[in-house]
């Protein structure tokens, strides 16, 4: 049978990359992007493109219909940083989005849903090295409340409906073909920006804020080997604790000096901070590795390799 996937904020940081190797994956027509705004080029003129809320269940259903998808992954959401700063719409539209797919699962009119999402579903409270993946949670962000509300209802639509959902806690991720959205970690991006522009950076997190980390290609793997493996190896229908690096400002400061010498960093933590805070420092991801065999291929310095070359090129 074919399949059709509709991918649902299509024109973010993850969203664009998702939907690119989706398209090279399984044709191009066959990978329907959505989003509330437009996105870049090579996006727009690869594939179909609709302009779609997440929030509207009846847009959602018509362009489900249309179409005739079958998978649909749900990037659309306010990130950490955002989210403090409009709580409610952060919480409306982080849930809102959520439901509406999972009822269109619900209502076998889909069968399958990617939904992220993340290390911020943990708090103060937890366990800050190697965290596992059942621990005390309590997150104490707007973002980690409703991402830990959407795990419980994931696995809810899953025991009760037998929704097949599927979910990753992305650490921070770094990519260089859209720049993130207003995230906690979006410095780990922006660094390489202002090293090849300025020769320097001012960060808004301390210098020895450690936090997990990955490269886009690792997570973008992730998301596909968890969306085709064979439904008896996921085990986890809550989210998967997942992991490639964990490092600090500075780390990656000195990372960047060993292709720009001159490079210089300074920092002035803002309210970011305090996010950073409630956050595991490294994360234990056994569980995926051990369900369906996930295995990072980027560390630290390949990640600044790759980075520096593509965004001067
Ligand atoms: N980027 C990261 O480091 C990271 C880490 C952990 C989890 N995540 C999760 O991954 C998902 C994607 O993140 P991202 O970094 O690509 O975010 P992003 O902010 O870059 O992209 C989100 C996209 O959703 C769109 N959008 C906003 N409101 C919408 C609506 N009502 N209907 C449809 N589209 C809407 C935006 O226009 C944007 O293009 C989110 O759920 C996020 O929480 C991201």
Redesign the pocket.
Known sequence: MEKYILI????????TELTLTLRERYGNDKVIA????E?SDSLMNSGPFEI????NYDTLEEVVAYYDISEVY??????SATAEKFPMRAWN??MN?LFNVLNLAKEKKINKIF??????VFGPNTPKDHTPQHTIMEPSTV?GIS?QSGERWCEYYFKKFNVDVRSL?????ISWK?M????T?DYAVEIYHKALSQGRYSCFLKKDTMLPMMFMDDAIRATLELMEADTKKIKVRSAYNLAAMSFDPAEMARSIQKHIPDFTIDYTPDFRQDIADSWPKSIDDSDAQKDWDWHPEFDLDRTTETMLENLKS
């Open positions: 649902i904020g299509a024109c973010g940081q993850i969203g959505s989003d509330i705004r996105g779609l809320d997440a929030t749900l990037m659309a959401a306010m990130l539209l982080n989005s939904w992220p999402s993340s290390i911020a973002y991402k806690r992305y650490p921070g991720l859209t993130p959205g207003g995230g970690t």
